[in-house]
Structures are given as C-alpha cells and as structure tokens.
C-alpha cells in the first residue's frame, strides 16, 4: 500500500518530466523518421538550451527572452551539423558528434558568463530568486504556478505549428528528401538545404526542452543532455510500437512521440520505485529502447509466418 501511494505521489513529476521531454522527442522525430538521419547533436543542444536559458534569467531577462534566445542557439547548433554534412561532405552521424563534443566546451562557458569564471559547470536558477516560467516545485499545487498550465498547451502549440508547416510546400520538401533523395533531387528540392533546415528545427526544439527543463529542475548542468538522444528514440519508438496503428494523422504521430515520453517516464518511475539504483537508468533505457525495437521487428516475423501457414493449408 505504502509503495503504490509512493508510486502515485510521483505521478505528476513523471508527467512533468514527459511533457518536457515530450519536446525534444519531437525533434529526435523530425531528424530521426522524417529526414532518415541519425543526429547526435542532440546531447549537446539541449544543453546548451538549457544554459543559455539559465544564464539569460540569472542575467535578469525575461523568461520568455531567454527561452526565444536558447531556441536560437540549438538551431545554430543544428546549422553547423548540417553545415559540416552538407558542405564538408561529413556523414551526418559524426557531423553531430563533432557538433555534441565542441559544445561541450560551449556549455561549460556559456555558464560562467558574468561569474568571473572561465568555466563552470553547473548554474542554478532558483525559484526563489528568480521569476521562472516553470518550476517542480509547484507540479502538485492547484494553483496558476502548476507547470501543466504552461506545458500542455505549449505541447499543442508545437504539434500544431509543426503540423501547418509540414504542410507547406518548404515542409513537403523537407519530408520528400527523407523519403528519397534521388527522387527529390529530381523534382528540383536542393536536397542538401533541407537537410540543414530540418536539423535546425530539430535542434530549435531540443534547446526549447532543455531550456524548460533547467527551468524546471532550478539548474542547468553540462551534462543534462547526456543520453538525450536515447530517451528521444525511446519515447518515439514506444509511441510508435503502442499507437502506430491508431495514430496515422502526422499530428497525431508527433503527439504519440510525447505520450511515448510520458510512458517512458512512468516506467522509470516505477522502476526506481521498486529499488533500482539511479546509476541504473542508462542500462534500463537501453534494454527498453532493444524492446521496443525489437517488437515490430518479430511481429512481422510472425504475421509473415503466419500468411505462410496460411497458404500451405489453402
């Protein structure tokens, strides 16, 4: 009794934490079923978010301004990647490598703006201090601090706004390069600007997650997009694998990477609740990731198995 009131104590934090998520799959979406490009910029880009943020708030702008500026910075970070793939031939894969691993370096002085410091680390800002957008603090509370009242419609907004553009014919672009190239190329798409815009939005969005979550948690640290990417490819797929038969509208796909989010973080949830360590977490978002994966891989065995039964009896 005692762990299942623990478990739903935890609830509104895990539904948190996936709506903020929710975002940056969104973004590992975009690169990673539209484009067909495995993007690791995404470790480094959410936190650059995320101390961009901090910084611009500890700096006294307005929430809303530091968030507008760390959206900015991770579409800078994803125009190098695509620069560096596009114009300096390098596979997409080691593109966002060699963007994650310069901005590393990025981050840590990103934070010691203004602290005297040539890097630093780790760079809080306080609800107390400081007047955030969001805070953890208040996801139980009833009252207009509650960070579900920001969330959810930002989440829709998002989905929506992704929605109109990929209608448009820059985004049909976009989604015929992924498709295929060759063909794409043939109907005149500069293939190689997509790619570099589709990396940009990508990465626009996974700053705008990191940005919320350092919000969220009161700090931004250089390491908090650490394993972004395998959490993004988590909530996409368990969306996928969960809701792809009923989901079939684009918006309706992009949502189902956030429901992924959530899920995933209802399973961690429940899993630290049941005893496992922290340090733990990376070896249990790896094993769901290969289940996820692997369940339409065997489903198709069987349903191709079973067709063939099927005919040998006919």
Request: charged share 10%; glycine share 12%.
């Amino acid at each position: 009794m005692d762990f299942l009131l623990s478990f739903l104590n935890s609830m509104p934090g895990a539904l948190g934490q996936g709506l903020i998520w929710g975002i940056m799959a969104i973004g590992v979406y975009i690169t990673y079923r539209i484009l067909d490009v495995a993007d690791l910029t995404v470790d480094g880009s959410l936190a650059t978010g995320g101390a961009m943020c901090a910084l611009g708030i500890t700096l006294g702008w307005n929430p809303w301004v530091a968030l507008v500026v760390a959206i900015l910075a991770g579409m800078l970070a994803g125009l190098v990647t695509g620069l560096l793939h596009t114009l300096c031939g390098i596979p997409a894969i080691l593109a966002g490598i060699l963007t994650q691993l310069a901005l590393y370096s990025i981050n840590l002085r990103i934070m010691a703006v203004g602290s005297g410091l040539t890097t630093k680390a780790t760079l809080s800002v306080s609800v107390d201090k400081y007047p955030l957008m969001l805070s953890s603090r208040f996801i139980r509370d009833l009252t207009a601090e509650n960070p579900f009242i920001l969330l959810v419609p930002l989440v829709l907004i998002v989905i929506a706004l992704l929605y109109w553009f990929f209608g448009t014919e820059l985004g049909s672009s976009l989604r015929a390069t992924g498709a295929n190239q060759n063909m794409a190329r043939a109907q005149g798409i500069n293939t190689n600007w997509t790619k570099v815009l589709g990396l940009v939005v990508s990465n626009g969005l996974v700053a705008l997650s990191g940005a919320l979550l350092s919000q969220y948690q009161g700090s931004a640290t250089v390491d908090m997009g650490r394993g972004a990417i395998v959490i993004g490819l988590a909530a996409v797929i368990i969306g996928e694998v969960l809701l792809g038969k009923v989901f079939r509208n684009f918006a309706l796909k992009l949502l189902s990477a956030v429901i992924g989010a959530i899920i995933y973080y209802i399973v961690i949830t429940l899993v630290l609740r049941l005893g496992l360590e922290t340090t733990d977490l990376k070896l249990l978002t790896a094993l769901v990731v290969a289940v996820f994966l692997t369940i339409p891989h065997w489903k198709g065995k069987f349903a191709k198995t079973g067709k063939k039964g099927d005919a040998a009896h006919a």
